[in-house]
């Protein structure tokens, strides 16, 4: 019953279950419609659209049905051609998500939790993204927050007010969740039990010689398993591309490009910048001893070196004379840069003391003229142009949509190169064309033709190099629907060669697994089949299971679960046949031979309780706020969702 929960224990609000919980109230929050929420809906009996009411608050199709859809959109990221079948099994913990989170603010509104803005706010500012680069929360930053969950600031109060109530519920309750040793040293010794076995493995390659299926077997299998050929809808997308090449043409003028040079002169007029060696001491005295030594020919470095600690040596290098004189003073600047290379300066009083200066080198910068400039300004001047010529271009675009016209009429008006594809699934493949794969530039162009309907309004999608945008929008649109039988014919043919296989297969399997479970040792069985099948020893420990090969898992699941003597036929996971398990020894575990095992059992059933507390807990009190259920309804929306195309 927990194990979703327990699959959700990624928040940051908290740690052990009181987190598992808070993230399906999360979920339930950001899947449904928030706006519900404080209504005080009331109505003694179900509507037809009500899936379920919990307290004086219902929950509608269009929540769970909007659910489902961010839920499908969070797959397609991964896994563009899923549709309702891929999630169906997640319908279920969705709904139960919405109602926990429900009754968990209905009894926080009932026993009166009031949570202050205060503390909002505070959850507010940890959301990510809202602090910037200062560490402070940001209003622009929680706009984008906002912008991308796309939720309002009213629904994220209302998220974090109940998570809060959440948080202040659940600790208390789930603290203080011990497992005594007595009950984890049964379980320990369960889990060292060991058992042994036989497997033996029916494959389904064994049983396909001589089958071959007739026209009218293959159809019958083709209609009953027409869902297994399903192709994703396809459309036809028509691209009209805004970007560098409808600008090519746009260029910087003569007279632009001396007015930037002359607003940037600085930029290009002629420079210069020093090395320097410099000594700062406290007083003038020293400072004259350093100053005579160095004009004596003494390195400054050494002619410092009597002054000992007080004396504090350094040696910028390419120095700007602003960037020397914030350094040393306008004065020592002043000197420093007047003087030739060698030159020996000071000393000098300074803000932070006496000041001797050698100017070891001297790097001029003749700048460029205009002239000279020129194709460096004009390259800088004609990518701003043409950026903004590609956004009044987009803008005119878009007013062309605005106003009424259509696809073709935009190009047209434009005079914007158009590319249609070919049928594609929402990944950019073709069936028709195996070898068409649509360019990567078009991803966001591609997702949002796949959101449009067919009479929708064009959009206009930026293209994901950020060179430009494109004008996309439907053209054919195909149904999701199987693929014809002509298509797909040799793919039918082995499928119900397979199929056919593996009951022959199964079939076998059971009829050993009979005569083995009579009292037949496993090898003699397969041998009275008349089945060429390897017969292969099984030894486990229960606590082995956690580190298996899950392929291995199915089987020895079956090795714990029987008696001695017993057998059980297991499919394997990937396909290919059958196991047929025999138990042959059972040696029960002895946890007193292995007692850091005991203490570590303890500990893990320790929060296998806090989580039974939890769920006990919230099922409280859906019982105290009163929870109804509208099956019927609830069965309704499942089948439409997962029989339907989206």
Do not use: C
């Not at 083709?222 to 746009?250: C, D, H, K, T, W």
């Not at 000992?308 to 003073?329: D, H």
């Not at 030159?343 to 050698?358: E, L, N, R, Y």
């Not at 629907?481 to 797909?488: Q, Y």
């Amino acid at each position: 019953m927990l194990a979703s929960f327990r699959r959700l224990s990624k928040s940051k609000i908290g740690t052990g279950v009181m987190v598992a919980v808070l993230v399906a109230i999360l979920a339930g929050f950001a899947y449904g419609d928030l706006a519900n929420f404080g209504t005080g809906l009331t109505g003694a009996g179900l509507g037809s659209s009500t899936l379920a009411k919990v307290g004086g608050q219902e929950i509608n199709e269009k929540e769970l049905s909007d659910a489902m859809q961010r839920r499908l959109a969070e797959v397609r990221e991964q896994n563009p051609a899923a549709d309702y079948r891929a999630i169906a099994g997640d319908f279920d913990a969705l709904l139960q998500q919405m109602i926990d989170q429900r009754a968990i603010v209905a009894f926080g509104d009932k026993y009166g939790f009031d949570i202050s803005k205060r503390l909002i706010d505070a959850e507010i500012a940890d959301l990510p993204g809202v602090r910037g680069l200062n560490g402070k929360p940001s209003v622009q930053g929680y706009q984008a927050f906002l912008a991308q969950a796309r939720l309002s600031d009213q629904q994220v109060r209302q998220v974090l007010a109940a998570q809060i109530i959440a948080r202040y519920l659940l600790v208390p309750a789930t603290a203080e969740a011990r497992v005594p040793v007595g009950i984890a040293r049964p379980y320990t010794s369960m889990l060292l039990e060991e058992r042994q076995g036989e497997a033996a493995v029916i494959p389904f390659t064994a049983f396909i010689a001589g089958l071959k299926p007739k026209d009218a077997d293959l159809a019958q299998y083709y209609q009953v398993n027409r869902n297994r050929y399903m192709v994703p809808e396809q459309r036809v997308l028509r691209f009209a591309r805004i970007g560098s090449e409808q600008v090519a043409s746009v260029t910087a003028t003569d007279a632009e490009i001396a007015a930037y040079y002359n607003k940037n002169h600085a930029l290009y007029a002629a420079s210069e910048t020093r090395d320097i060696s410099q000594v700062v001491v406290p007083d003038q005295a020293t400072a004259s001893g350093i100053a005579a030594r160095a004009k004596g020919g003494a390195p400054l470095s050494k002619a410092a070196q009597p002054a000992g600690a007080n004396a504090a040596v350094s040696a910028p290098k390419a120095q700007t004379r602003q960037a020397y004189g914030a350094i040393a003073g306008e004065k020592t600047a002043a000197a420093v840069f007047g003087a030739s290379a060698g030159t020996v300066i000071g000393p000098m009083q300074s803000d932070f003391g006496w000041v001797v200066a050698k100017v070891d080198a001297i790097h001029a910068n003749g700048g460029k003229t205009l002239d000279a400039a020129k194709p460096e300004i004009a390259a800088k001047l004609n990518e701003e142009k043409r950026k903004a010529a590609i956004e009044d271009l987009v803008d005119k675009a878009q007013d062309a949509l605005d106003s009424g016209k259509n696809f073709s009429e935009v190009a047209s008006q434009l005079k914007l190169p158009v590319v249609t594809t070919p049928l594609i699934i929402a990944n950019g493949s073709s069936h028709a064309d195996p070898a068409y794969r649509a360019p990567a530039d078009l991803a966001g162009a591609l997702k949002a033709g796949f959101d449009l309907g067919p009479t929708d309004e064009p959009e206009i999608a930026a293209l994901a190099d950020k060179s430009g945008y494109v004008v996309v929008a439907p053209g054919q649109v195909v149904p999701a629907a199987p693929a014809p039988l002509a298509s797909i014919r040799d793919r039918v043919t082995s499928d119900w060669v397979m199929g056919l296989a593996l009951a022959k297969a199964k079939a076998a399997a059971g009829a050993i697994s009979a005569k083995a479970s009579a009292g037949v040792s496993l090898a003699d069985a397969v041998k009275q089949s008349g089945t060429v099948a390897p017969v292969q020893p099984l030894t486990a420990r229960r606590i082995d299971m956690t580190q298996a090969n899950p392929q291995a898992l199915p089987a020895l699941t079956a090795l714990f679960k029987l008696g001695a003597g017993k057998t059980q036929v297991v499919p394997d996971t990937q396909g290919r046949g059958f196991f047929v398990i025999k138990v042959t020894k059972i040696t029960p575990g002895n946890a007193m031979q292995a007692l850091s095992l005991i203490t570590r059992t303890q500990i893990g059933m320790q929060q296998s309780t806090t989580d039974d507390y939890a769920r006990q807990f919230v099922n409280a009190l859906a019982r105290d706020i009163k929870v109804t259920r509208n099956d019927k309804a609830i069965a309704a929306l499942k089948q439409r969702l997962i029989a339907g195309s989206d």
